[in-house]
């Protein structure tokens, strides 16, 4: 499809090629407002705004084209009296005629400009005139020039000279016609603003548009936007701000939120808009998210609501669990949401229709906003506090955005209205309560229906005809019906994917879960759930640019899950009221016709939707229920999107609520889909079914059958939860329909008529081989010939483990015995006999690498005497990330002992190393993880590690944490993990200090100076899109890119995430290797790539698509014992390898010898392949796709649809670089502010002399103090110094980490303030920071440093005269710190030290902690996290004596750093106070301290068994 | 569910206990005592579920070892039946009498005594007819194709159940006079009572198999009369050529192939009177062939009241541990003491037969020698000879291939180079003439014989009908998983 439109004009995006699309960008950024309330507009404002944006310069990129950036731009009011001294024609009055830039196409200039004046004409506007502002194009990049429009400005006016909203709208409809139209693009069309942007970087803007620099141009109010994209071709038109808002962050939803759209189309009526018809797409196509949801911010601003209530429709609040709201809020936002599902998604939004301006925060609370308001009346928020130098004694508030509320400031009325106000006022616009209360249907309002149960032999007969097998009912259904929990698995998946599998899959298992990684966070739902919702509501939805009390009537569900009897209340539900008619659909066909009869039957359903609407529908249920011997089941999925997609097409969606009642769907994947793909509710009637029916048979016991079917429902929405939170989407609502999955495997006709906008890269099959499938389960259920199958059980199954009937397995018994033996015995003719079973399954279909074939006749053979050697090959291979704790000690070191014999890696995975094996050569790990629980990630172990990996995501269950339970947390874990034996550890999903490209660019930044030597890998999962991550990630300056393939992974996992999120690592690499040739930077990253890589012709097959180092996890641990018992999560490896138990590590009989030994037999195999290929050395070999031959790929009945050749388009892509990484990243360490000191700081450094730097800084100096760390902790060790040997004095706003991994020894005191991220990491050092001794307000009220604040410190001192934002402490696991206000979700997954809160907290305090102590001044149990409260995982409790002193003297030393004044007054009557504080403390900790203390009291061996047995006591309860 | 902490809790592996050897040797009845529940209940809890179950991979069969396991640790009789019948038509055999490959590939025997898979199969299958689970399947469906099976041991027995149950009209043909082949004269009773191929014959007759005894193919009805009358012919008539010794004095009366011995010990214990049958009673035996022929001999003589029996076999005492040729999950060859062993006798290694003496034709020792290696050979050493006494040498050598040669004249079948019937990937031989068992594979295990039976079954079905919904468990050529393969 070639990419057209105004978003693709003036880009430098090539067309979508191979696995390249321009679907997948990505952006983030920096932003800013500034505004004033002296009620006059001023160049000063223009001018704050654009130095504000040359600060934030750091949170942009540069591509490969060094001056080319991503984008940058300014909005600011009309400067009216500016135009009217450079105009040559006559302007109305101002507000009486619009202004634009227009960006125009060189060769059709003249004659669009001649269309877009007769669109106005039409419009009844006049055109003015046009003007050409002056540009300089000589300051952009060279790639920006190439791109780059004809840029004029248009002046409009109206025929009758109206003015206000009335010619907004005329104005808007004349600037959308002309880009629907005509394709023009303007940057805005509007009498009260206007928006000067362009592909340029924060430096370049305002000298490229020197209107900006003219002292005529004046505002009250400016936004300015740096953007970071993640590719290298940004475009013109995409860069911020749009017309009403400027966005960091970015939408995960918008592809469900534009089909929404989409679907309203054919209901938008607005008598203020006129014809609507001639403003279709309301969305346009390549439009990014945030300009999507500008788009339709405009259009709701434009029919009538203001832009407050608009914003709060689009990002409402997390309003559904918040139990404290306002109810006239409450109902606002819920009524709300019967008309608008939230765009969902890291955001911080800043917004302006001219005379209001404001920001808003998402409800996560993910991206960062800082202001400060000056006591004449200025007011600067931005990304980060110190962009705009401001003398302290005029500042008189700081403040922060927070989650979910709003900041506004009223130019006009030149005052800011605090969020409650705005809100209140709004929500008080009309009755939406009453509203609510006569239109709401409740489902449990409606009659009750008697249960219905089925006997055993229905439902079996129903379960062979839906393809269950009997691994189906034990591993998925049972947990699930026995305990409410989604099942876990382990050791990644070896099994064919869908599109090339032998056997019948579900149509389900064709497509693969999206996940966040990098560009936006994954959500931690179990932790986080206060700000998610499952509440959905069903059943027509009326048009949107109206709000009348019919709105609601809509049905209610607090899950959209349902049972059957829930089910049942909805089919009969006229008979409750007459609000409601459902119309059942039935999904069956005629099997035996074939797959004609699917297709018509597809056809027929959807015009019995058609007219069940008609017949005034208001729930469509689509049911599968009744198939017989005839009557096949059509994929409940496939009914779903079709109807579904049918009708969006026919502008009826919204007129219904989709109800799938499906006998297929029994996974948490299963329903994941069919509500990504537009179901409004579900019941999986069928595995409710078995579940009872598993108790009725006594498979289950212990529960009634009623509560194994809640239990199957709870499950499976807890799993959606999951798989929403993957993606970083917090209400169904807004995931619901959004299509965040990719087809591999299904042909893209089959996708565009069905799944319409899904990807399948590599078509594949059609609904005749769908059929095929179905035909073959048919025929097991329905056996036309023989003895009756009542006592045969189910199909076996074999997905998860092994079984001979089952689908194939790469490990199988005869591979992993030939491995073993192989290795152990050091005979290589065996090794191949192994190798060669791999390949040959391979060939058989197994992986799509096995369809590859190797063309041996394009190059000449060398002999092989000539090739690279062993030795040197092994150097490019690297063991996997498992952490000793995941795997035992003996397991672990065994990996790296061999890798350090050969000179390859090992990896020490999350969790640390202990400092004994950190220094010794032979054992340790040469990649040092970083990952989101950062355990035991000191300056110690980041000062000696040779590669530093962060791990973004993991393939085996990728956009998903982790947890150590507590009787794995054994002591030796405990202490290389710096935390508490016998305490559980939480591996949260996202890394808190990445929600976005530009903060991973940050840890890059952080890490790169806590150990310059290591490099820094990036550890991505393979999925659509991820080629695009990889170039961001190559922008942020990563030196190492690895690519996971989707079916590695040790460890625990949720067996959904283990089968269905991520893709094989084929198709992630190929498309990393694209698209980093099409940027330009592939030359200057390595890529590594791993996930089942087992054999020399994996290693070939990758480096022939791109990747020069290679990494095996499952094959080394298979050499060392492993037999793939895939019980890693339950303690039990009977060959200690997985495992903890001192028994069952005792079995390991693992050698580092054998490892070798693989290595070795690897490399050779390589050997031998690069000599029939004829290459030398594997590098000539890298990126030599031309060898692979897809034409000769095996043929089958289902890889015969598959078109394979997008994977080798990179020989297509013409470029002058090298294949594999030939440079360098420019790192620029010498530029860091430490780099300097490093000499002045010698004495201190090298003598261990005490001494003291002073300095002023300002937020674009990052990560101080790291780098000085690094060389303290170079020369002392673990220990460091003497606190406070070095210290530095520093005056002003620090830029983000402030000290981060900084040890002990070094002191950092800041008068000022501070961003993001302070004492991340914190080895020991200490950090104070206090307003200026001048500052213009009280401390204790206003923010003095940002969010995540010592995430990760192991150990040290932080102290905050101040409040500070989201997230403080979260994961401590040993410092002490102390803020005097924090904001929500504070103390997350702490596990050891200390933290002392003197302020206001936010809501979900405490979440996931699991270990130290808070002492919170005046807490309220509101704001602690709920479950933790109920569960007594958390106790409350006043100070004893110990707690009381222990508080005292933190308050002396937070009173002794800061002078703190309010510190200074709870010290003064102290006895008093502190009865006013709370001591936060973990239930299971508080014990295992006891038991400690008891046992050092008594002199027994604090880590010996006698004390982990009580320890086991206390943690199994 | 599954414990995934069993195999933590329950170490010791422990098996049905045999009963007191002067009480057992008294009869002809099966060794073992009644077995415990409670302790196949808590041993079956052992299983680990493997994510790869090697055991389910050693096994011929593919028997589904972790489900059955599982559902016999929780109880559930009727579900492992049916579990267990799903790949296996006769586990009351396997049973007894499967040396157990599964159990040498069990994962816990990597580093622990393997679970008693086994015991715990055969409890199934007797808890299971006590229990009256095991009726006739009927088909509902009679395809009107005929097929005759010739030979009723394992191998013929589980093709005829398959295809009898797929709806084709069964007839197997034994020259015996009692169904089931090796099974009922070849295996003493001590180790498998006869009822229970009896009890399995009810359910088969029942459920439509037709049973002809003493009819000899190939003789009473030639193969092609026989490939004419009916629609499939499956041959499943064994490799029951007995190896031959080729010293001085094999002729010698009171010199005899072990098959002829134990056939006729096996027909007095079922009641029949034989005439002139071969006893061991009172007499010095010595049994040439150290497998489970002669051990089955020795057995059988000492009940007879041998004065004294001595196995000797050329080769090696085997060792008694794994040696590293012989990895896991490979069916190592061990040093084992049988039931037989406990009982009575010696046992003699590295012995060379040199010749058998007698006086007027008659028996009376056998002359030795130590063996020596020479080129790969095994031969006896110079020097070494002497003579032991013996009045009664059985010949337990194995065997060499099927009796082929009126198939092979009668229908130009071809044999390959070990002598077996040659079949292709679907055990046809030729037209509709198909093979299974020992007769196309060679001498081999039970299990292989039954899988062999089913697969066959499987493929006749498919040139039948043209399609199959049979399993298949095992291709012609697939091997025991080893290094060497």
Known sequence: MVNSGPFYKFGTAPQNQGLYDSANEHDACGLAMVATLRGYAGHDIVQMALSSLRNLEHRGAVGSDAGTGDGAGILTQMPDSFFRSVLSFELPVAGAYGAGLVFLDTETASEDKAKFEKICAEESLTVLGWRVPPTDSSVLGELARKAMPLIEQVFVSSNDLISGMDLERRLFRARNRSERDIGLYLCSLSSKTIVYKGMVTTLQLEPFYPDLSDERFESLLALVHSRFSTNTFPSWPLAHPFRYIAHNGEINTVRGNANWMAARESQLSSELLGDIDQLKPIVSKGASDSATFDEVLELLVLSGRSLPHAMM?????????????????????????????????????????????????????????????????????????????????????????????????????????????????????????????????????????????????????????????????????????????????????????????????????????????????????????????????????????????????????????????????????????????????????????????????????????????????????????????????????????????????????????????????????????????????????????????????????????????????????????????????????????????????????????????????????????????????????????????????????????????????????????????????????????????????????????????????????????????????????????????????????????AMNRIGGRSNTGEGGESVERLLDRERRSAVKQVASGRFGVTSMYLTHADDLQIKMAQGAKPGEGGQLPPNKVYPWIAEIRHSTPGVGLISPPPHHDIYSIEDLKQLIFDLKRANRAARVHVKLVSQFGVGTV???????????????????????????????????????????????????????????????????????????????????????????????????????????????????????????????????????????????????????????????????????????????????????????????????????????????????????????MSMEISSQINNTMQAIGTMLGNELTKKWGEQGLEPGTLKLNLTGSAGQSLGAFMPRGLQIDVEGDCNDYVGKGLSGGIISVKPPTTAGFPASENVIAGNVIGYGATSGKIFLNGVVGERFMVRNSGAIAVAEGVGDHALEYMTGGRVVILGKTGINLGAGMSGGIAYVHRLSESKVNREALQLGEITLSALDKAGADELRGILEQHLDFTDSLLAKILLDDFPSHVKDFVKVMPRDYARIVEIQQDAQATGIDLDGQEVWTQILEVTNG | MADPRGFLKVTDRETAKRRPVPVRIKDWKEVYEERNSGVIKEQASRCMDCGIPFCHAGCPLGNLIPEWNDLTHLGKNKEAIDRLHSTNNFPEFTGRLCPAPCESACVLGINQPAVTIKEIEVSIIDDAFDAGFVVPSVPDRITGKTVAVVGSGPAGLAAAQQLTRAGHTVAVFERDDRIGGLLRYGIPDFKMEKQHIDKRLEQMTAEGTRFRTGVDIGIDITWEDLRLSYDAVLVATGAITPRALDVLGVDLSGVHYAMEYLTEANRVVAGDEVDNQVSAEGKHVVILGGGDTGTDCLGTATRQLAASVTTIAIGQKPEEERSEDQPWPMDPRLFEISSAHEEFGDRKYLHSTVELVGENGILTGISVADTEFVNGRRVPKKGTERIMKADLVLLALGFTGPESETITSQLNTELDSSSNIIRDAKYRSKDSLFVAGDAGRGQSLIVWAIAEGRAAAAAIDEYLEGETQLPFPVKPTDKPISVYS
């Open chain 1, 313 to 897: 429709m689009m990002i409402p609040g997390a309003w559904e669990k918040q139990l404290d709201i306002d109810p006239q809020l409450r109902d606002f936002y819920e009524y709300h949401s019967m008309i608008m599902e939230p765009w969902d998604g890291p955001a911080a939004v800043v917004f302006t229709d001219g005379d209001l301006v404001g920001a808003t925060l998402d409800r996560n609370g993910l991206r960062p906003g800082r202001f400060v308001v000056t006591e004449d009346g200025f007011i600067i928020l931005a990304s980060e506090i110190g962009v705009a130098d401001i003398a302290p004694d005029k500042i008189v508030r700081k403040g922060r955005l927070q989650p979910g509320k709003m900041f506004l400031i009223d130019t006009l009325a030149g005052q800011i209205v605090e969020d409650e106000q705005v809100k209140s006022e709004v929500a008080s616009l009309e009755p939406w309560g009453e509203w609510l209360e006569s239109g709401r249907i409740k489902l449990r309002d409606l009659p009750e229906r008697e249960h219905v149960r089925y006997s055993s032999k229905s439902v079996k007969r129903r379960q062979r005809a839906f393809g269950y097998t009997e691994e189906d009912l034990k591993i998925f259904v049972a947990p699930m019906a026995l305990a409410g929990q989604e099942p876990i698995g382990a050791m990644g998946t070896d099994t064919p994917i869908a599109a090339i599998s032998e056997r019948p899959k579900l149509l389900f298992d064709y497509f693969t879960q999206q996940f966040a990684q990098v560009t936006n966070p994954p959500l931690d739902s179990i932790r986080e759930e206060v700000v998610t919702s499952m509440t959905t509501s069903i059943g027509p939805v009326r048009n949107l640019l109206e709000a009348r009390p019919e709105h609601a009537q809509q049905m209610v569900l607090d899950y959209p899950i349902i049972g059957n009897d829930e089910l049942a209340k909805i089919k009969h539900i006229d008979r409750a009221n007459d609000i409601g008619k459902a119309v059942t659909v039935s999904c069956l066909y005629r099997v035996d016709d074939g797959p004609e009869a699917l297709e018509e039957r597809l056809a027929e359903m959807c015009a019995e939707a058609d007219e069940a609407l008609l017949a005034g529908a208001t729930f469509i249920i689509l049911s599968d229920r009744g198939c017989n011997r005839e009557l096949a089941p059509v994929p409940s999925l496939l009914s779903c999107s079709a109807v579904h997609h049918h009708l969006i097409r026919n502008g009826t969606r919204m007129m219904t609520g989709l109800v799938i009642e499906s006998g297929d769907a029994r996974d948490v994947h299963h329903v994941s889909t069919l509500i990504g793909f537009g179901a409004s509710a579900i019941n999986p009637y069928l595995a409710l079914e078995s579940a009872e029916d598993l108790v009725a048979i006594g498979t289950i016991t212990g529960i009634t059958a009623e509560r194994s079917s809640k239990n199957m429902i709870k499950a499976l929405g807890k799993g959606v939860l999951k798989v929403m939170s993957k993606m970083g989407i917090s209400t169904v609502s807004s995931y619901g329909g959004a299509q965040c999955f990719e087809a591999i495997g299904l042909s893209q006709e089959l996708v565009d008529k069905y799944f319409t906008g899904t990807t399948t890269k590599l078509g594949g099959v059609a609904l005749p081989i769908l059929h095929d499938e179905i035909a073959q389960r048919h025929t097991a259920a329905y056996p036309i010939e023989t003895a009756n199958k009542d006592s045969t059980p189910l199909d076996v199954g074999g997905e998860m483990k092994w079984r001979r009937d089952g689908p194939p397995h790469l490990f199988n018994p005869e591979t992993v015995f030939k491995l073993q033996h192989s290795t152990s015995q050091k005979n290589y003719e065996i090794f191949k006999s192994y190798t060669n079973a791999v390949n040959d399954q391979a060939e058989r279909l197994m992986t799509i690498r096995g369809l590859f074939s190797l063309n041996k006749d394009l190059r000449e053979p060398v002999p092989i005497s000539e090739v690279e050697s062993v030795d040197s090959i092994v150097k490019r291979f690297a063991t996997g990330a498992m952490s000793m704790g995941s795997i035992s000690p003996e397991a672990h070191e065994t990996l790296a002992i």
């Open chain 1, 1030 to 1248: 990889a170039a961001g990630v190559a922008k942020a300056k990563a030196d190492v890119v690895l690519i996971s393939g989707h079916d590695g992974g040790t460890g625990a996992s949720p067996l959904n995430s283990l089968k269905h999120a991520g893709t094989p690592w084929e198709l992630g690499l190929a498309e990393t290797q694209q698209t980093l040739l099409l940027n330009g930077l592939r030359d200057r990253v390595v890529v590594q790539v791993d996930g089942s890589m087992k054999t020399g012709r994996d290693v070939i097959i990758a480096a022939l698509l791109g990747a020069e180092e290679f990494g095996f996890a499952t094959a080394p641990l298979v050499v060392e014992g492993c037999i793939l018992m895939r019980v890693c999560h339950l303690d039990t490896c009977p060959v200690g390898v997985a495992t903890q138990n001192p028994e069952l590590r005792q079995r390991f009989h693992g050698q580092a010898d054998h490892v070798v030994n693989f290595f070795e037999f690897l490399a050779q195999e390589v050997r031998e392949y690069l000599a029939e290929l004829g290459f030398r050395t594997l590098q000539d070999a890298i990126g030599q796709v031309e060898v692979l031959d897809v034409n000769r790929a095996i043929r089958h009945w289902k890889a015969d649809g598959l078109d394979l050749a997008p994977i080798f388009a990179a020989k297509d892509i013409v470029t002058t670089q090298t294949q594999y990484c030939s440079t360098s990243q420019d790192h620029e360490l010498e530029k860091h502010f430490d780099y300097p000191l490093i000499d002045r700081a010698k004495p201190a450094l090298k003598d261990g």
